[in-house]
T-cell receptor, first 112, second 112 residues
Framework: QQQVKQSPQSLIVQKGGISIINCAYENTAFDYFPWYQQFPGKGPALLIAIRPDVSEKKEGRFTISFNKSAKQFSLHIMDSQPGDSATYFCAASKGGSEKLVFGKGTKLTVNP | DAGVTQSPTHLIKTRGQQVTLRCSPKSGHDTVSWYQQALGQGPQFIFQYYEEEERQRGNFPDRFSGHQFPNYSSELNVNALLLGDSALYLC???????????FGDGTRLSIL
């Protein structure tokens, strides 16, 4: 049973555009929602995370939007750059250090 | 400040063999989690260690076992290797039980 569904599977954006990746979760006990960025040959790197007491969190060009009633959250990358080309994973857990349940990932390509 | 380090980076084994993977957590971290990432998929939680005890376990058979040492480093052991065990094995560390997890670059295990 996949508890975190991520879409799209792949995304192509032009430099300077907005990249949007969506995730939906099933378990209402989840209270921590991080996004990880993974480059080929590397481990996932924590990008930004949100807890359900806020609806939006912004760090630089990266923003998480959270909709608790719909059990959905999304990552927005503003002014996308070729260096942002990577695979992005959403995840969810009960507490920050508890086991993370990952989505299947979105491969983002930003064309120059 | 060293991040999470894993060894070896690559490993080739044959079916039926046993393997041990090693992880040193980020400085100041005391909790270690292990994940398996199949090609093109998100990481899947194997188990987590805190205070040298297994706290949580994912849906993996008993062939997968682990250990945490007093210096917080950890090992993942897999017995009776199957072709399906071929994957990237990731170690993540965190401080106590409610802080974000940071990943190493993983060990790429190939089973022939």
């Amino acid at each position: 049973q996949q508890q975190v569904k991520q879409s799209p599977q792949s995304l192509i954006v032009q430099k300077g555009g907005i990249s949007i990746i969506n995730c939906a979760y099933e378990n209402t006990a989840f209270d921590y929602f991080p996004w990880y960025q993974q480059f080929p040959g590397k481990g996932p790197a924590l990008l930004i995370a949100i807890r359900p007491d806020v609806s939006e969190k912004k760090e630089g060009r990266f923003t998480i939007s959270f909709n608790k009633s719909a059990k959905q959250f999304s990552l927005h990358i503003m002014d996308s750059q070729p260096g942002d080309s990577a695979t992005y994973f959403c995840a969810a857990s009960k507490g920050g250090s508890e086991k993370l349940v990952f989505g299947k990932g979105t491969k983002l390509t930003v064309n120059p | 400040d060293a991040g999470v380090t894993q060894s070896p980076t690559h490993l080739i084994k044959t079916r039926g063999q046993q393997v041990t993977l090693r992880c040193s957590p980020k400085s100041g971290h005391d909790t270690v989690s292990w994940y398996q990432q199949a090609l093109g998929q998100g990481p899947q939680f194997i188990f987590q260690y805190y205070e040298e005890e297994e706290r949580q376990r994912g849906n993996f058979p008993d062939r997968f076992s682990g250990h945490q040492f007093p210096n917080y480093s950890s090992e993942l052991n897999v017995n009776a290797l199957l072709l399906g065990d071929s994957a990237l094995y990731l170690c993540a560390s965190s401080y106590r039980l409610n802080q974000p997890q940071h990943f190493g670059d993983g060990t790429r295990l190939s089973i022939l």
